[in-house]
């Protein structure tokens, strides 16, 4: 489906040295606000073109190809196979292969389109979220003004409803000029629930340059001011990437004045400040640039430091959580930021992420936390993967929703200093789901979250990470519990405990012994109450990997040598493959009776010879289960362990799992009633002062 013509383009007189384009809608808009108090313009988009001409990025500023809306999602009803087969239509791409030459980059802000071509600026930066500045803004009309170059040249300004469905609003030509600044004015009204403004360019005899364009409102005299940030970004063991990151943002101009501080919070042994590349990073920044030295207290250890030093600090609006090892957009930055100044009331403001391998490709529009199961996921109407170079956001109905979320990831997020000083500083929990139980709790204090189209940065995928085996699993398991007893507004947790108990067993078929292990140590530290939170934090990961190294599923190799052969006995029944996906019905016989199995002995040849070698993304619990030992390869592709069974081990596995869950469910009302109580002390900018006391004495440790 193309973009359609729903309203007559006028032809309005001229006006030199600008062209001028206003709706009808927009301008009834602008009679009805004669009498109220008038304030000035604040630009809040302005087009941009990639850094460094990247080409891999190139489709999320510019689009040369044509809009072929897809099929809803939900529109084939409650066929099971057919949704499938229709989500599938869906993600199938719709690029035919039209590129845009880099050396058509004129400037930062400037794009050249060729003679007789047409582009559009539909893009994830370039187009304008028009529904979330209408759902959470005091915006209610915006002016886009676009300088354009080049005889015979035509600006087409078009418009999208929640359902995807585009409408053509205005255009403007040059004409027989070389030069011309069109401003239309567009109403935010029919945008409740969805919905973009964007605008394409159509060159004629002459290559078209389009100079600039702007998105800009009539704000409030006291929203003109721009607020500030600090940014607080903490770093373990990554020192170019961190300095190459620090030097990105302090190389822009733009976003400089929307800098107060940039902090860094050093918990590692390779410091950011030995990097070759510092030197540039600290020269780009200036006095602006803090680094602070801390033991390792995880990401929310970090994180808190930052929030705490600006809470103190007190002389920025906001502060910003960043990942030291991404890649950002530093025009994403002043946009989150002038998002968050003009909100109508103190807002968590989200960036998206990117792929850093596929650098076209959305990982999330906007994540909640599934109350029932208590578990972040994207919300059941979007994909959690999209790339927008195979399908873009004019040919993707899905992304014209408005996607209202629980909380953003802290690779990219925005807190007013408002928020912090309210429901206080990040939980104690080392890594895992401080972000998700932030938004919860701000979200609780009346204080929302949005994901930000427009804002967004290049990250490692959660995909491509397997965090539910190693040492992270601890923190998955006892933060989640955290986190859901805090918030769950189910009895027991809804799911949880059930859930938790399905995967702790499919870890004990898969032989993955060290996991369970470190999943029970999860469990006992959530049962023995909120008071260790804070005590725990600058040990346990040494004690978490203390215990997991006992097992031999634990201990990596990254010499295939350096395992015997495998061997075994007899052959795969029926000759069957570890490739092989059983069917719904084999995994849940398989379920039933692989806890069964694993309490006989194992077979002989298993105790010194893997029967079977599975690469990562195979191992599966299903296929595992059915091996008394294999050597498995790890996600990161470096290493690989070997799984072998024991039966007495399981036995006792078992029995531990079975009582740990038990116990929990019968006490989760108690312990919920204790950590709920003890929320305000623990996340206190007192209580975090008094756990970074080893490094500041009482006050900061900088260098």
């Known amino acids: 489906m193309t973009e359609s013509t729903d309203q007559t383009s006028k032809t309005p007189a001229k006006k030199a040295p600008a062209r001028r384009r206003t709706t009808k809608k927009a301008a009834q808009a602008a009679a009805s606000l004669v009498a109220e108090p008038q304030g000035d313009r604040r630009v809040l988009q302005r087009q941009i073109m990639p850094l460094d001409r990247d080409f891999d990025v190139l489709a999320l500023y510019v689009d040369p190809e044509d809009a072929a809306l897809d099929a809803d999602k939900y529109e084939i009803g409650g066929n099971r196979a057919a949704k499938d087969l229709n989500n599938a239509a869906i993600r199938q791409s719709t690029s035919t292969g039209k590129s845009i030459h880099p ?23 370039n187009a304008f979220p028009a529904s979330y500045w209408r759902r959470w803004t005091v915006v209610s009309d915006v002016r886009l003004t676009v300088e354009v170059s080049g ?22 030509s040059t004409g027989a000029e070389a030069k011309g600044t069109f401003v239309f004015d567009l109403p935010l009204k029919p945008f409740v629930d969805g919905g973009w403004y964007w605008y394409n360019v159509v060159a004629g005899d002459d290559d078209a340059v389009v100079e600039s364009a702007e998105w800009s409102a009539e704000v409030p005299q006291d929203r003109l001011q721009h607020g500030t940030a600090d940014i607080a970004i903490t770093t373990m063991n990554r020192p170019d990437f961190c300095a190459k990151l620090l030097h990105q943002i302090g190389a822009d101009d733009l976003l400089r004045p929307y800098l107060d501080t940039v902090m860094v919070m050093e918990q590692g042994k390779d410091k950011v400040a030995d990097s070759e590349f510092f030197p540039a990073a600290q020269s780009a ?10 033991g390792n207290l995880g990401g929310s250890g970090g ?128 890594i895992k789901w401080d972000d998700a139980e932030y938004g919860l709790r701000a979200k609780q204090a009346g204080f929302p979250t949005v994901t930000f189209p427009g804002a967004a940065v290049w990250h490692v995928p959660w995909t491509d990470k397997n965090d539910a085996l190693d040492w992270q699993a ?93 061997r075994r006995k007899k052959p795969p029944r029926k000759g069957r493959d570890v490739v092989e996906v059983p ?63 024991d ?56 260098s």
Request: charged share 25%; aromatic share 10%; net charge positive.
């Open 474 to 566: 601890y923190f998955h398991v006892r933060n989640r519990f955290v986190a859901a007893l805090l918030h769950s507004p189910y009895p027991r947790g809804g799911r949880m405990v059930r859930e938790d108990l399905n995967h702790t067993i499919a870890h004990l078929v898969s032989m993955q012994y060290s996991t369970v292990e470190i999943r029970h140590l999860a469990l006992e530290d959530v049962l023995a109450g909120p008071q260790g939170l804070h005590e725990q934090l600058p040990t346990r990961l040494a004690e978490v990997n203390a215990l997991r190294k006992q097992f031999t599923d634990a201990q990596l190799e990254a010499d295939r040598e350096a395992f015997p052969e495998t």
């Open 103 to 125: 050396d058509q980059i004129e400037s930062r802000t400037a794009l050249r389109v060729r003679s007789g071509e047409r582009l559009s600026f539909g893009t994830y930066f």
């Open 647 to 702: 039966a007495a081990h399981f036995r006792e596995l078992v029995k531990k799992t079975a009582d740990l869950h038990q116990r929990l469910a019968r006490e989760w009302p108690r312990l919920a009633e204790e950590y709920r109580a003890a929320l305000p002390q623990i996340t206190s900018p007192e209580a975090w002062e008094e756990t970074f006391r080893p490094w500041t004495g009482g006050g900061s440790s900088e």
């Open 583 to 645: 069917g719904r019905l084999s995994q849940l016989i398989t379920a039933g009776l692989a806890p069964i199995r694993h309490l006989r002995p194992a077979r002989e040849l298993s105790k010194e010879f893997p029967e079977v070698e599975i690469r990562a993304m195979d191992a599966k619990w299903y296929r595992l289960a059915s091996y008394d030992s294999a050597v498995v390869s790890m996600n990161d592709g470096t290493s690989a362990a070997f799984y072998q069974r």
């Open 285 to 294: 920044l200036g006095d602006k640039l803090r680094v602070i030295e801390q």
């Open 151 to 172: 005889r015979g040249a035509t600006l087409i300004v078009y418009r999208s409803l929640a359902n995807g469905r585009s409408q053509r609003v205005d255009s403007a």
């Open 303 to 430: 994180y808190a430091r930052g929030q705490l030093e600006s809470l103190r600090k007190g002389t920025a609006t906001y502060a910003l959580m960043m990942d030291d090892d991404v890649v950002c957009e530093p025009e994403g930055i002043i946009r989150a930021i002038t998002f968050g100044d003009l909100a109508r009331r103190p807002t968590i403001v989200g960036g998206h992420m990117f792929s850093l391998y596929n650098k076209s490709s959305l990982h999330s529009f906007g994540e909640i936390v599934q109350p029932w199961r208590f578990w972040w996921q994207t919300p059941l109407d979007g994909y959690s993967q999209w790339d927008l170079s195979a399908r873009n956001i004019r040919s993707s109905r899905w992304l014209h929703k408005r996607v209202d979320v629980d909380f953003n990831g802290w690779f990219m997020c925005l807190i007013p200093r408002a928020v912090m000083a309210e429901v206080g500083l990040s939980l104690p929990l080392f």
